[in-house]
């Protein structure tokens, strides 16, 4: 295999080479698509085997020196701990391929059937989209369940994942290349980019015709120079500056489990909560008590001036905390009019990724449910619960924050279109 | 107003001209977005008033003008003819804006509805995409069409009509605008753009953020441009080279009237037949027939060496042939090895649009419907058929041939995405 380095010297081979790779992918895709559950299975069965025996090794070790060069070349600790895949996250890995295993496959499910009065019979099949491309940062992780989820649902699939885990993912890749080999697939069906240089992602999400759909999955600006540099369909997911609002109306109680629950359970993901908003007619007895809460789990709290007058000791939020996604046990908190208040704070702030109200108006929950435009809307239930395994798909290869094909967790079903199917018996249209 | 010809000298005051006008449209989309069926059907109905009484003279006479300068101007007699509005062709588009009246309200709908085991109650919740820039040719009907199905399913719309039609369009906004006014909403929800200086149309379909969706209408290069210059998700829809494969176990009775239908009944649309594909087992048979039935309802046949050797006074095709929509009567005819031979044709000639079968064979229809890869699959059906009215969406704002979010006829349904709504009584994730 050609390393990263030599791709790099002679840029002008990129492109091309990008471009053949893709269209062995996109031919291989065809196969895996008109492919069985049981055949599907039966390869990631195999995967599930690799990473367990023969390449566990293999792959730990390539890790060590992942994890070995990233730190020598200054990688953050947070971003070192990411790529770091111990023998129990490998093991959680291989679990999660065994949990794919287990979903229903969704190619060829009908949905929308109905026999329409000129007697034809119609229906929506579910297809998968074809060619997938994955671009990802350093959590190998990723590698695996990304392709996992496309051989499921019949994509193809490209990976790019970060350059700190190259090593890692290539032995990943080969887990994948081995079973499809085995089971008669073509191993070209799951691709690793021999070369994480940038040239060759660009290449990659510009081959309109042949990859179908690019997903970005990492931080804000690998998001932004995918969507701002393909040619080909992505799906976005932005930061998630999630919300809880504490009406007036709230049973104290089950907002303060909500609220802690929201920020705590897991403060460096995309559905934590980020800014909680009070009302103003019940600031000064649930701001104390809920300062309390968070502060005792070690959580910092930044108020705007209205809650610092009923919290004095909290420290001052700035203009960014508002539209900031800390991803730690950072809280911003701004007292709000109502409702109303609520409503123009999120639709000013809000990322349309996660927002959920603690009420017992049901007038008022319901208005938040129909009018705030976010991927998940929710009434007295954690922003936690926005994730694909929580909300019963079974798993997700990311959320979706813009409108278009998915809004929210994509899940195998997500990973498909639905093509018409029309079963007549010699109809022709007149007229 | 500004005309187009003020703005054209400009060019710099073009970007924020647009940027400016989308984020009106986007401020008054939100209150469309919230607004109930009632009020919504409400502005159609007026829309329907304006154009069969205070506007109808005015629109009628800027098209006569629009034609006779696109005469003048030395525009092709099919081109001149689809910018025609007559008063019948007016009526009819009153009519259609009465018949999106009749539809269901796709807003606010649930789908997916279940409670889980902790109890929350979850579903999706159609919610409108936002602003859609739609971007189209010469026939004014679509400014009214696709302004009414925005309309009703609660999207704002900026219309960028043809240049020949843009005294039409400038008086059908007009209709919206008043419409809009009377029922208390801001007239920035329905917006026509001032100029169709190219410019501006580039500036449109690159307003990450603000504008949701760009749908170009029209011919291949058209559509080409959108999808090449925009940054917005595009619903492509390109062209329709649509085949009738007649299977060696079809009725050759029904194969007959499906082809003429398919190929006859509207040849100028993107669902007719463009190559029929005929199975070498039934070929002498057959083709002679066809080309007859054809022949006599004026179609020009081209067949390949081995059709002409049962049919020898059909003109040959040349390769050109196998990948153009004649939208004409013209029809090019493959005879294929089966349906292997068939489906190898479509994979590489088809456009991914409507794909029919006719046989008597089930387990080849079914074979058939699974791996062709169009967004609708035929049996024994009129490629006619593909068509949202005809498939019970009521009307359609274009078909899509790519995967992304729709795939096949987008009806008021695709013209929303799908919220997660949870509803709970406290509920926070454990683990």
Redesign the interface.
Known sequence: MLSSQHLSDVPGQIEPLVRDLAIRAKAAS?TLG?ATAEKKNAVLGRVAEELMGPLRAEILQANVADVRDGAAAGLASAMQDRLTLTAARLDAVVAAVRYVMELPDPV?TMTDA?V?PNG?S?GR?R?P??LIAIIYEARPNVTVDAAALCVKSGNGVILRGGKESFRTNQVLAKAFERALVAEGFSKDAVLLLPTTDRAATTALIRL?GIV??AIPRGGESLIRFV??NA?V?VIQHYKGVCHVYVDGEA?FD?AL??V???KV?RPGVCNALETLLVDRACAAAFVPKVVAQLEAKGVEIRGDAAIREVAPKVAAATAADWDTEYLSLILSVAMVDGIEGALQHV?KHGSHHTEAIVTSNSAK?ERW???V??????????T???DGG???LGAEIGIST????A???MGLEELC?????????????GG
Chains 1, 2 share one sequence.
Do not use: C
């Open positions: 065809v008109n060829g109905k329409l034809l119609v099949m297809v989209l074809g309109s179908d759909l969507s701002e040619t369909p049973d089950m489990r909500i802690e629950n929201s359970h639709a929950a449910l129909r009018e435009d976010a991927s998940a809307v929710m009434v007295n239930a954690s936690r619960f926005n929580e909300l019963g813009s409108k278009m094909h809004y929210g967790p279109a639905r093509k018409w199917v029309v079963r007549g018996d010699g109809q022709v249209r």
